[in-house]
């Protein structure tokens, strides 16, 4: 089965720059698109990155999403670090199935 | 403003059933595929089903075919969760949300609904 594996956590401090990836098990992971979605404690999900690296509206221009294909990944790199960064952050995509697949989560801390 | 809210949770024992609901507003429900997505307390994000638009086609996740079942209602602007056989390993909170355009990105979700599993 397919599945996208992420870093358990990253840790950065405010203004910096922070890269999570999300790397895919089998195929090309360009081969379907990869969004992201930010998740604070008690919420639900809000998206931050669409269709690979589309930001929807809202979301400032420190977030911005890309595909690797030599490495089978996808990334969302978060410039400027605010406190407010701090969240969980998923990717997802899908599987040759048509089943949508979420990654393991990521767990970023701004300190 | 797009809306979902989500109803039906509560507490099952092992084998039982319940039905989650979703009720949508502010925007054309029967123009969108619809998933639902849990999570169980402190873990991470699992999709377990979509339904297409017109109900034509919908997919489930292994850990729950043949025991859930989504199926919709456009008239009543409505998404429904059937859970059978329920196992302690379904307990989460199940968000419905919207998916939207070519990557069927999940752009709207509920609050969630908590459904726990236990004797």
């Known amino acids: 089965n397919f599945m996208l594996t992420q870093p358990h956590s990253v840790s950065e401090s405010p203004g910096k720059t922070v890269t999570i990836s999300c790397t895919g098990s089998?195929?090309?992971?360009?081969?379907?698109?990869v969004q992201w979605y930010q998740q604070r404690p008690g919420s639900a999900p809000t998206t931050v990155i669409y269709?690979?690296?589309?930001?929807p509206s809202g979301v400032p221009d420190r977030f911005s999403g890309s595909i690797d294909s030599s490495s089978n990944s996808a990334s969302l790199t978060i410039s400027g670090l605010k406190t407010e960064d701090e969240a969980d952050y998923y990717c997802?995509?899908?599987?040759?199935?048509?089943?949508?697949?979420f990654g393991g989560g990521t767990k970023l801390t701004v300190l | 403003q797009v809306q979902l809210v989500e109803s039906g949770g509560g507490l099952v024992k092992p084998g039982g059933s319940l039905r989650l609901s979703c009720a949508a507003s502010?925007?054309?429900?029967?123009?969108?595929?619809m998933s639902w997505i849990r999570q169980a307390p402190g873990k991470g994000l699992e999709w377990v089903s979509y339904i297409s638009s017109s109900s034509s086609y919908t997919n489930y996740a292994d850990s729950v075919k043949g025991r859930f079942t989504i199926s919709r209602d456009n008239a009543k602007n409505s998404l429904y969760l059937q859970m059978n056989s329920l196992r302690a390993e379904d307990t989460a909170v199940y968000y419905c949300a919207r998916e939207e355009g070519p990557s069927g990105v999940f752009d709207y979700w509920g609050q969630g609904t908590l459904v726990t599993v236990s004797s």
């Open positions: 997802q995509s899908y599987d040759s199935s048509n089943q949508r697949v």
């Open positions: 502010g925007f054309t429900f029967s123009d969108y595929y």
């Open positions: 089998s195929g090309s992971i360009a081969s379907n698109y």
């Open positions: 269709e690979d690296n589309q930001r």
